[in-house]
């Protein structure tokens, strides 16, 4: 079923083979979990977790058509009481410190965004991310983001057309 987008001058919406991508790297399934969709968009990195086997998803955005897209497409799927969706600002949101660890945490902002360093630091402070989950940030290929972030490294990067996805989880003890 086709999404509703968001218009695309404010936003950077996945492709399809991208997301395909993305989701190949991840696992085709998950068992259960929560997943948190931050620059939420249209929604359809969430709803992809949501219809691959994740129990929950909520969605932040700040964006009134964003949320209102997100609605739309949650509703024409028939995933209310998987969903919860978030008007506010992202990093409004990570500094209200939440005690719910996320298994995925997908991160995909506009290409204006410049931020990515506060916001893993956020993350990785709030104990966001379930000590076996995975952050996922979409960026421009050219984009370079830290290896490490406090106690979350990346693992792996992959480069797609003009898109980076770098992909990050708790560091191993040593």
Do not use: W
């Amino acid at each position: 079923m086709k999404l509703d987008e968001v218009d695309r001058s404010n936003t950077r919406p996945t492709t399809d083979r991208n997301k395909e991508t993305l989701f190949n790297i991840l696992g085709q399934y998950f068992s259960g979990g929560e997943a948190l969709d931050l620059f939420a968009g249209s929604g359809a990195l969430g709803i992809e977790a949501l219809s691959r086997g994740m129990d929950r998803c909520t969605f932040v955005d700040n964006g009134t058509v964003a949320v209102k897209t997100i609605k739309y497409n949650t509703d024409k799927l028939n995933l209310h009481t998987q969903v919860s969706i978030i008007k506010e600002d992202v990093f409004q949101y990570l500094g209200q410190g939440k005690d719910l660890p996320y298994q995925l945490i997908l991160v995909d902002p506009p290409y204006i965004f410049s931020e990515y360093d506060s916001l893993v630091d956020q993350i990785d402070k709030t104990n966001l991310l379930a000590k076996t989950g995975t952050l996922v940030i979409e960026t421009e290929k050219s984009t370079n983001l830290l290896q490490t972030y406090g106690r979350i490294e990346r693992i792996k990067e992959r480069i797609s057309g003009i898109t980076k996805f770098s992909f990050y989880q708790f560091k191993e003890d040593e």
